[in-house]
Nanobody, 125 residues
Framework: QVQLVESGGGLVQAGGSLRLSCAAS????????MGWFRQAPGKDRDFVAA???????YYADSVKGRFTISRDGAKNTVSLQMSSLKPEDTGVYYC???????????????????WGQGTQVTVSS
């Protein structure tokens, strides 16, 4: 089992920056890929970014050039640096991890085995 805990959410103005972090504990060897999803009220949970243990990263088109994902293997953490934030970035951000990985399904919630409880990000206009 893997436990994931997000932190770093908050309220920021449009154009600002925010850094989210996710700490993994338990069987951390099972986190072959770790990533981030977000969900606005009344909407589906959408893919944001992910990174494999070897360092390959993936991004949703809506965040490319603005968000950067990183992993620290020694600390068992994954971070999401968000810049040039827009009101449409508002939502609950969830950390996720998978024991195995198929890049074709990187954006599918069903591929991920473990989920954090989420952290709220609100971008004001």
């Amino acid at each position: 089992q893997v436990q994931l805990v997000e932190s770093g959410g908050g309220l920021v103005q449009a154009g600002g920056s925010l850094r989210l972090s996710c700490a993994a504990s338990g069987r951390t060897s099972s986190t072959y890929v770790m990533g981030w999803f977000r969900q606005a009220p009344g909407k589906d949970r959408d893919f944001v970014a992910a990174m494999t243990r070897s360092g390959t990263s993936y991004y949703a088109d809506s965040v490319k050039g603005r968000f950067t994902i990183s992993r620290d293997g020694a600390k068992n953490t994954v971070s999401l640096q968000m810049s040039s934030l827009k009101p449409e970035d508002t939502g609950v951000y969830y950390c996720a991890a998978a024991r195995s990985f198929n890049s074709v399904l990187v954006e599918s919630t069903s591929q991920y085995d473990y989920w954090g409880q989420g952290t709220q990000v609100t971008v004001s206009s």
